[in-house]
């Protein structure tokens, strides 16, 4: 059986004045390392949209740094324009990343050609692997898969985190995985479902909360032992759908780590205004799921 690779999409650590708490983030690494989880930085888990490139370089750096080699790390480098994406590829290739992740361009409108277009060229000026990105739920523009079957040729392009949350679409894109042509469900609910249909994985949000439970619904099925990896994802799926029911979900996933360890900070505004309401309702899910906070 192939390798299975789970991914955090690691969340971004503030202090109390918004800038970005590196230390704090250190640890949030090292417990997803710790867990035995690749890293997924500057993600839509890591607030991207919200980080200065500076501020991106650093994280980078800093979770290269506590792989160490031990696991993998993917920094994504998405931004509007092919040009400001090629831009951050290329400043983050310096720090040593394994790969970089390219969500799609957002605010401007895309075709499908647009898409291929865009892919193809980062793909063609990149010195390391690209995966795509697609999240359409926050760009506005989604691939389809026939286009992502068209740039699965590529030599350049690793695979697809595939945030779609369309299972038609996941089907797809697990016909086309292969040595050379990784998929990654971005969707916690299917990672299970991935993985029987042939992903190499998954890049999780609900692993800041509860990095343990992905991390092991993926070694049991690639132990064999699928059973008990369903009786995890569906625990995991409850959870994941009595914490959305909430609210903004990646703001509400960064919001739960909080209430148990304020170290990590708030959203950066206007993400996710403070709430007592809201906290006392993540703390008594979390009660209830028996979730608690380790490092």
């Given amino acids: ?18 800038t970005v708490d590196l230390e704090n983030t250190r640890v949030q690494m090292r417990r997803q390392i710790k867990n035995g989880n690749n ?4 993600g839509t888990n890591g607030d991207f949209a919200s980080l200065l490139t500076d501020e991106k370089k650093a994280i980078i750096s800093a979770a290269v740094g506590e792989a160490a080699g031990k696991v993998r790390v993917i920094a994504n480098a998405g931004a509007p324009s092919t040009f400001q994406t090629l831009n951050l590829v290329n400043q983050f290739i310096d720090f040593g990343v394994n790969a970089v ?19 193809s060229s980062i793909a063609d000026k990149s010195k390391i692997p690209v995966y795509i990105y697609d999240i359409p739920a926050r760009t506005q523009n989604g691939i389809l898969p026939d286009t992502v079957k068209k740039l699965s040729k590529h030599e350049n392009i690793a695979g697809i985190k595939d945030s779609s949350g369309k299972l038609e679409h996941l089907d797809a894109y697990c016909e086309l995985a292969s040595d050379s042509f990784e998929v990654l469900a971005g ?48 625990k995991l799926n409850e959870f994941r759908t009595r914490l959305y029911a909430l609210g903004f979900g990646p703001a509400l996933v960064k919001r739960a780590v909080y209430v148990r360890n304020p170290a990590v900070g708030n959203n950066r505004s206007p993400s996710l205004v403070p709430d007592a309401e809201l906290d006392n309702k993540l703390l008594d899910l979390l009660d209830e799921f028996g979730i608690e906070y380790k490092e």
């Fill in 39 to 42: 890293l997924l930085v500057c």
């Fill in 187 to 234: 969707a916690d609910s299917q990672i299970l479902y991935g993985l029987k249909k042939g992903s190499s994985g998954c890049v999780s949000g609900l692993s800041n909360i509860v990095p343990e439970w992905v991390n092991r619904i993926c070694t049991l099925f690639e132990s064999g032992r699928t059973d008990d990896a369903e009786i995890l994802q569906e």
């Fill in 101 to 119: 992740a390219v969500i799609n361009p957002y605010f401007i409108d895309c075709t499908q050609e647009g898409l291929y277009t865009h892919y």
């Fill in 1 to 18: 059986m192939k390798k299975i690779y789970p991914y955090s999409a690691v969340i971004t650590a503030y202090k109390n004045d918004e």
